[in-house]
C-alpha cells in the first residue's frame, strides 16, 4: 500500500476480496515529500537548469539506452534526484520519511522504478507459466475445464506482465493497463467459478454469465477511460466483484469437503491468500529503498501459484474420470 488511495492487484481467484481490499497501490497526485517547497524549487531549477537547449541534448546523449527506451524524461530525472535531496533534509532534522507523488522513495535500479515489486511481479508470472506448462503437459486436452482454465491462465499471465511493466516504469498507461488487467482476472475467475460449479451440468448458465462479465468489464473500463477515473468506484466495484467470486470457491469448497480429497487445496489456497494480503497492511518506508510491504506481499504470493494449479490438476484429472464413467459431476 502506497498512501491513503489505494488500487487493486489481484492474480489469484480464490482469495479476491483481501487482495482487493489490501493489495493497493497509490494514485495520489500529491504527498508530504512532493508538497514540500525544498523539493519543488529543487525541481524548477534542475529543470531550468539541465532540460533546457545544449544541456537537454547533452542530457539525451549521455542517457542509457534502457532509460530512453523506458520512457525517462530530463524532468523526471530533476524529481528522482530531488526526491533524495528531500529525503536527506527530512533525515537530517529526525523526520520520517515522507512520500513523493503516492509512493515512497526506492532506490531506482537501472530502468526500474520500484526493483523489488518489478521482480516479484516478474516472479509470479513466471510462477503461473511453469505451471500452465505443468498443467497441459498432465492434464488431457479432453478434460472438461481444460480449455476454461488455459484461458484464465494467458489472462492471469497478462496481468502479471503488467503488474510487471508498471513497477517497472510508472506511467498513465501502464497505470490504466494493471488496473484493468487485475479486474479482468477477477472477473474471469468468477467465470471459471461459475462454469466448475454450474457451466459443466448447464452450459447456458456459464454462457450467460459470460455475455454479463464482459459487458460489466467494457462498462468499467469505459467509464474509467472516458467518464471519470475515480479510485473510489474502483475499488468499490473490485471489491464487490472479488467477494463474490471468494464466496462463491469457499461455498464450493464447502459443499464437495465430503467427496473431493483435493478440495482442502482450493480452501488453502484461500487462507493463505486470505493471511498474505494483511502483509499490505504493515505499511514501512522501503528497506534498503527496495524492499516494502507491497513487495513482501508480491514475493509472499509466488508458492501459492504451485498449490493453486495443482487443485486444476487433481480437478480436472477427476472431471476426466468421471466423465468417462459416466458420472455426475459435483
Known amino acids: 500500500i502506497y498512501g491513503e488511495d489505494k488500487r487493486l492487484i489481484l492474480k489469484l481467484p480464490a482469495a479476491a476480496t483481501v487482495a482487493l481490499l489490501l493489495a493497493l497501490v497509490t494514485t ?45 524524461t530530463c524532468r523526471d530525472d530533476c524529481r528522482y534526484q530531488c526526491m533524495w535531496t528531500t529525503v536527506g ?51 488431457p486436452r479432453q478434460s472438461p475445464m481444460y480449455h476454461t482454465i488455459n484461458a484464465f491462465s494467458l489472462v492471469s499471465l497478462n496481468a502479471w506482465f503488467w503488474s510487471t511493466v508498471f513497477h517497472t516504469r510508472d506511467t498513465y498507461l501502464t497505470e490504466k493497463m494493471d488496473y484493468f488487467c487485475a479486474t479482468a482476472v477477477i ?11 454450474l457451466g459443466l451440468r448447464r452450459p447456458a448458465v456459464s454462457s450467460i454469465v459470460g455475455v454479463f462479465l464482459i459487458l460489466a468489464f467494457t462498462s468499467h473500463v469505459s467509464y474509467l477511460t472516458f467518464v471519470s477515473f475515480d479510485y473510489g468506484y474502483n475499488m468499490a466495484a473490485n471489491a464487490t466483484i472479488g467477494l463474490v467470486n471468494l464466496l462463491w470457491w469457499l461455498c464450493w469448497c464447502w459443499q464437495n469437503r465430503g467427496t473431493l480429497p483435493y478440495w482442502w487445496k482450493c480452501g488453502l489456497v484461500v487462507l493463505l491468500l486470505h493471511g498474505l494480503a494483511l502483509l499490505e497492511l504493515l505499511d514501512f518506508p522501503p528497506m534498503l529503498w527496495i524492499l516494502d510491504a507491497h513487495a513482501v506481499w508480491h514475493l509472499s504470493t509466488i508458492p501459492v501459484h504451485f498449490l493453486f494449479y495443482s487443485f486444476l490438476i487433481d480437478d480436472s484429472l477427476y472431471l476426466l474420470n468421471t466423465e468417462k464413467m459416466g458420472v455426475k459431476v459435483e
Open 28 to 72: 495520489v497526485q500529491s504527498s508530504q515529500g512532493d508538497k514540500e517547497p525544498v523539493y519543488r524549487d529543487c525541481v524548477k531549477l534542475c529543470v531550468r537548469t539541465n532540460c533546457t537547449g545544449a544541456r537537454l541534448r547533452g542530457f539525451q546523449s549521455a542517457q542509457p539506452h534502457y532509460m530512453a527506451l523506458t520512457g525517462w
Open 89 to 139: 533534509l527530512y533525515q537530517a532534522e529526525g523526520y520520517r520519511v515522507p512520500q513523493f507523488h503516492g509512493k515512497w522513495p526506492f532506490a531506482r535500479f537501472l530502468c526500474f522504478e520500484e526493483p523489488a515489486s518489478a521482480l516479484a511481479s516478474l516472479l509470479n508470472g513466471l510462477a503461473c507459466l511453469l505451471m500452465l506448462l505443468r498443467y497441459r503437459s498432465t492434464v
Open 187 to 197: 472477473l474471469y475467475s468468477i467465470y471459471l467459478c461459475c462454469v466448475r460449479t
